[in-house]
């Protein structure tokens, strides 16, 4: 890519000379030069300079978003070179939504080493709404997560991969084990816990008993790690949302998982990948064996 451009990326994601030339492993004045020159060919400031750093001029945002764009297309052709070369990856970078990351990611990474001895892994687990722009960027080469409703950019290829149905989990000593599965009559005196991470959880839930007449649902704790959330569950009787599609890794634990009748929420799960890395022997190859790995499991 274009160095000058390369430059002009970096200063953009810091805000700072010093740091955006730690990015990129370039001297400080070596940057500067080329942040010069690439408005010198484009005519126009591109940053503002104050005390506290830098700031994107008019024109900057404006050079911003395709700048972005040749990076990924300059990021893809790369990899498709590098496909069509039989180099593949070295690293294969993954994001997981907590849902893959509790469920698959550990199972396929084994899988995996039997085709690719050699190859290391970086894992990312997080929403889709922080690993799906650092697919973009190209700092990851899959994401596993809930299917998105908004339309995706051309440049990455969406492929289905399961359903999620999220259920009730709760102590199985808790009297309501006894009904097998749940009408929303008997949810209305619940009190959850909700577990932040999984940010869609708690709308869901007030639709579902908005829908029902049930009120309004009873957080009565809330806790950023899935593993905590399941002790409240376990110590104080709470009530919690999560995948159905768990629950074989609780219910050795004291606890039980419920459906309802109607389900609270039935999502899809999807793979996204760059198109351009779609060839990559390990990236197909990693299609494949979820493809495996969910129908053993769901048949």
């Given at each position: 890519?274009?160095?000058?451009?390369?430059?002009?990326?970096?200063?953009?994601?810091?805000?700072?000379?010093?740091?955006?030339?730690?990015?990129?492993?370039?001297a400080?004045?070596?940057?500067?030069?080329?942040?010069?020159?690439?408005?010198s060919?484009?005519?126009?400031?591109?940053?503002?300079?104050?005390?506290?750093?830098?700031?994107?001029?008019?024109?900057?945002?404006?050079?911003?978003?395709?700048?972005?764009?040749?990076?990924?297309?300059?990021?893809?052709?790369?990899?498709?070179v590098?496909?069509?070369?039989?180099?593949?990856?070295?690293?294969?970078?993954?994001?997981?939504?907590?849902?893959?990351?509790?469920?698959?990611v550990?199972?396929?990474?084994?899988?995996?080493?039997?085709?690719?001895?050699?190859?290391?892994y970086?894992?990312?687990?997080?929403?889709?709404?922080?690993?799906?722009?650092?697919l973009?960027?190209?700092?990851?080469?899959?994401?596993?997560?809930?299917?998105?409703?908004?339309?995706?950019?051309?440049?990455?290829?969406?492929?289905?991969?399961?359903?999620?149905?999220?259920?009730?989990f709760?102590?199985?000593?808790?009297?309501?084990?006894?009904?097998?599965?749940?009408?929303?009559?008997?949810?209305?005196?619940?009190?959850?816990?909700?577990?932040?991470?999984?940010?869609?959880?708690?709308?869901?839930l007030?639709r579902?008993?908005?829908?029902?007449?049930l009120?309004?649902?009873?957080?009565?704790?809330?806790?950023?790690?899935?593993?905590?959330?399941?002790?409240?569950?376990?110590?104080?009787?709470?009530?919690?949302?999560?995948?159905?599609?768990?629950?074989?890794?609780?219910?050795?634990?004291?606890?039980?998982?419920?459906?309802?009748?109607?389900?609270?929420?039935?999502?899809?799960?999807?793979?996204?990948?760059?198109?351009?890395?779609?060839?990559?022997?390990?990236?197909?190859?990693?299609?494949?064996?979820?493809?495996?790995?969910?129908?053993?499991?769901?048949g």
């Amino acid at each position: 890519m274009d160095r000058n451009l390369r430059a002009f990326l970096a200063i953009a994601a810091e805000g700072n000379l010093s740091k955006a030339a730690d990015r990129i492993a370039l001297a400080q004045p070596s940057l500067t030069k080329r942040l010069s020159n690439l408005e010198s060919e484009l005519g126009a400031r591109l940053f503002t300079r104050h005390r506290r750093g830098m700031s994107l001029t008019a024109a900057g945002e404006k050079f911003l978003a395709r700048a972005r764009r040749i990076d990924q297309e300059y990021r893809q052709a790369m990899e498709e070179v590098r496909a069509i070369a039989g180099a593949g990856l070295d690293t294969l970078r993954i994001g997981a939504a907590p849902f893959f990351s509790l469920l698959y990611v550990a199972p396929l990474m084994a899988r995996m080493h039997a085709h690719f001895p050699a190859l290391t892994y970086d894992m990312v687990s997080d929403l889709n709404a922080v690993t799906l722009p650092m697919l973009m960027d190209g700092d990851l080469d899959v994401v596993l997560g809930p299917m998105e409703t908004v339309e995706m950019d051309d440049l990455i290829a969406v492929i289905p991969v399961s359903h999620v149905e999220l259920a009730v989990f709760l102590l199985a000593t808790d009297p309501v084990c006894a009904r097998g599965m749940l009408q929303p009559k008997d949810m209305a005196q619940f009190k959850w816990v909700a577990h932040s991470a999984a940010t869609t959880n708690v709308p869901i839930l007030r639709r579902y008993y908005a829908t029902h007449r049930l009120g309004t649902p009873h957080i009565a704790a809330r806790s950023t790690s899935f593993a905590t959330a399941l002790d409240v569950v376990r110590h104080m009787g709470l009530k919690m949302l999560a995948p159905l599609q768990i629950s074989g890794l609780v219910e050795s634990s004291g606890l039980r998982v419920l459906r309802t009748d109607p389900p609270i929420e039935r999502n899809r799960t999807a793979a996204y990948i760059r198109k351009s890395s779609l060839d990559l022997p390990a990236v197909s190859c990693l299609i494949d064996e979820l493809h495996s790995l969910v129908r053993e499991r769901e048949g």
